[in-house]
């Protein structure tokens, strides 16, 4: 296998709250294409998309991205990326989420870092603060909570870390923001040998409840590397007023370089 990462994006089309939401039109082009070009403007060797949906796979091809055709079987996003890393020559691979369009690809190196920089890891990801107290109780936004060397102890669509004395009903959810609560971005990298581990381990009882795979990783005994950033992210689009925000981002950010 030869050094560098590789960026893979699993991609599929029945997403429940958003269907076809990999073909959404933002700023006349797939959403699909806007993660490809995010992730091709980092410090990958190579950027591929993960799918099982032809339409999906016509649509890459269509605007020159790659493509690796995968099983319609998978239970996560990371049972489809270990699939297609098993095609690919890098040493290290991260998984950027399709419905991220508008995601720095400075993250996603920094992701990649600490897997190039020291074999200790198996898998990292990347948080930053949470300063929206309105996000804390959002469960479509993922917090974290990590031990003093930055490794992750829980992932929760739950408010997390939760203060006890400072919540109150009269304080009420910005009570809680002086705990330094993370939000978690969903961007993973592997090492490509611990990805063939990954699909051999069941899937847990925790991540099943959550719905968050990443827990499947912490249940079996594996630790995951958590890079603080300083900056947010405009957040992903996964459900139909995150569509919304993104095209109306989109159309004020057209006005202003007209």
């Not at 419905?99 to 993250?107: C, G, I, M, S």
């Not at 958590?226 to 957040?235: E, L, N, P, R, W």
Request: aromatic share 6%.
């Amino acid at each position: 296998m030869k050094p560098g990462f590789a960026v893979v994006i699993p991609a599929r089309y029945g997403s429940t709250r958003l269907p076809g939401k990999p073909l959404l039109d933002l700023g006349g082009k797939p959403m699909i294409q806007w993660v490809c070009e995010a992730a091709g403007r980092s410090g990958a060797s190579s950027v591929v998309v993960a799918t099982d949906d032809g339409r999906i796979r016509d649509a890459v091809a269509a605007f020159g991205g790659r493509v690796v055709m995968t099983s319609p079987d998978h239970l996560s996003g990371t049972d489809r990326v270990a699939e297609a890393a098993a095609s690919l020559q890098e040493t290290v691979i991260v998984n950027v989420q399709g419905d991220e369009p508008f995601l720095d690809p400075a993250l996603i190196d920094l992701v990649a870092s600490p897997l190039l920089q020291d074999s200790a890891f198996a898998m990292s990801t990347v948080a930053h603060p949470l300063t929206d107290p309105q996000e804390a109780f959002n469960p479509n936004v993922v917090k974290v909570v990590c031990d003093r060397a930055g490794r992750a102890l829980y992932f929760s669509r739950a408010p997390l870390p939760w203060n006890r004395d400072l919540w109150s009903e009269a304080g009420g959810v910005a009570a809680l923001m002086p705990t330094g609560m993370l939000r978690h971005v969903g961007v993973y990298g592997f090492r490509a040998d611990f990805l063939k581990i990954f699909a051999t381990l069941e899937p847990s009882p925790l991540e099943r409840l959550e719905r968050l795979e990443q827990l499947r990783v912490l249940e079996h005994g594996y630790g995951i590397r958590v890079m603080v950033s300083a900056v947010g992210v405009k957040g992903g689009v996964d459900a139909p007023e995150d569509l919304q925000r993104a095209r109306a981002w989109l159309s004020v950010s057209a006005a202003c370089k007209d």
